[in-house]
């Protein structure tokens, strides 16, 4: 799992193929790979902390190749009626509060940092360096010949921050630098089910995708709310199916593990 990110107009074509045949070897040796979409909106080539974009759309070198799953950003779409997800208390079994799932929306706080106005938002757009591969097909899927980004994406707002402790001090963090690696242990979960590896798990997640469309298991949540607009770039919007602002969408953790082979 990779969080680290450039754009592809500044890694350059040379760059960005040594990122794709990085990511190919690890495919041929088992290794499934997960990169962040980027935490500012489609400008991926200008830093989050920028007040408005100047440098157009991009999209992350890193993860561009179709060797590597790239992970957006969403958000818990739960501010209006609160009481209506999460419980006023922790369970005594679980210790958990939600009630069950929370309706997601794209991540994008863009313009609304306390003492300014940033970019922070998922990542997503088009591959200037890379063919949409075969297997990137089914409902939403751009009908450009471009590699498409991202292919899935999982929460990555402050709102409902992850916890981490480091040095004696808990922090709350976000971005798709936290999604990434969440994804990647929910692939661990898979490859310890499934008893071996995967390698590069795109083609079996758009298709799981393509089956949940007729009617299978409902392994993704489609996130149909919110964009990866930010100020100075028109991004995305999410609607029905696949997006460039949140993927083929997030995942239901035990569906995933549970109908991987379907």
Partial sequence: TNSFGVCEADEGTAGTQFWNSLWQQAAAEGITVFVAAGDSGAAGCDSASESTATLGKGVNAIGSSPYSVTVGGTQFNDAASPGQYWSSSNSSTTM?????????????????????????????????????????????????????????????????????????????????SAASPSWASLMALVVQHAAGPQGNANPNLYALFRLQSAGGAAVFHDITVGSNSVPGVTGFPAGPGYDQASGIGSPDALLLVQHWTD
Avoid at 102 to 107: A, R
Avoid at 115 to 136: D, N, T
Avoid at 142 to 161: G, L, N
């Fill in 96 to 176: 958990g509060s939600a009630l069950g799932y929370i309706p997601e929306m794209i991540w994008n706080t863009s313009g609304s940092v306390a003492g300014g106005s940033e970019l922070w938002a998922g990542g997503g757009g088009a591959s200037i360096v890379f063919s949409k591969p075969s297997w990137q097909t089914g409902n939403g899927v751009p009908a450009a010949a471009a590699r498409a980004v991202p292919d899935v994406s999982m929460t990555a707002s402050t709102h409902d921050a992850f916890l981490i402790e480091m040095n004696g001090s808990l922090l709350a963090v976000g971005g798709t």
